[in-house]
Nanobody
C-alpha cells in the first residue's frame, strides 16, 4: 500500500486547513488509518485515527475539538480537517495505515506499517 499525503502549506494563525491522504495499491483489504505529526525537534506524535469501517475514531487530547478525521472508502482517502490553527501546530504531518478490520484504533506509531511521505504545515503568527 502506498500513501500520498497532500494539503500542507503556509497558513496564518486562526486559519483552517484540510489534509488528504490517498491510498493506492492493495486497497481491497481493510486498513485502519491515522494521522501523526512531528513537531520541530520532537518525536512523531499521534493525532487521530479511524477504523477501516469508519465506525471508530480516536483523537489525541491535544487536538480533540479542533481536528477532525474522516475517510471516504470509495476513493481510499482519509482527511484531517484542522481548525483554528496555531503556530504550535507547525509540523510535518504524516498519514499512516495498518491492516486491520477491527474497530480498535491504535495510537502507537509502531503499529502502523505503511506511511506517507509527510506534508509540511507552517502556521504563521
Amino acid at each position: 500500500v502506498q500513501l500520498q499525503a497532500s494539503g500542507g502549506g503556509l497558513v496564518q494563525a486562526g486559519d483552517d486547513l484540510r489534509l488528504s491522504c490517498t491510498a493506492s495499491g492493495r486497497t481491497g483489504s481493510y486498513y485502519s488509518m491515522a494521522w501523526f505529526r512531528r513537531l520541530p525537534g520532537k518525536e512523531r506524535e499521534f493525532l487521530a485515527g479511524i477504523s477501516s469501517s469508519g465506525s471508530s475514531i480516536r483523537y489525541a487530547d491535544s487536538v480533540k475539538g479542533r481536528f477532525t478525521i474522516s475517510r471516504d472508502k470509495y476513493s481510499n482517502t482519509v482527511y484531517l480537517d484542522m481548525n483554528s490553527l496555531e503556530p504550535e501546530d507547525t509540523a510535518v504531518y504524516y498519514c499512516a495505515a495498518r491492516s486491520s478490520s477491527s474497530s480498535l484504533v491504535l495510537g502507537a506509531q509502531r503499529e502502523y506499517r505503511y506511511w506517507g511521505q509527510g506534508t509540511l504545515v507552517t502556521v504563521s503568527s
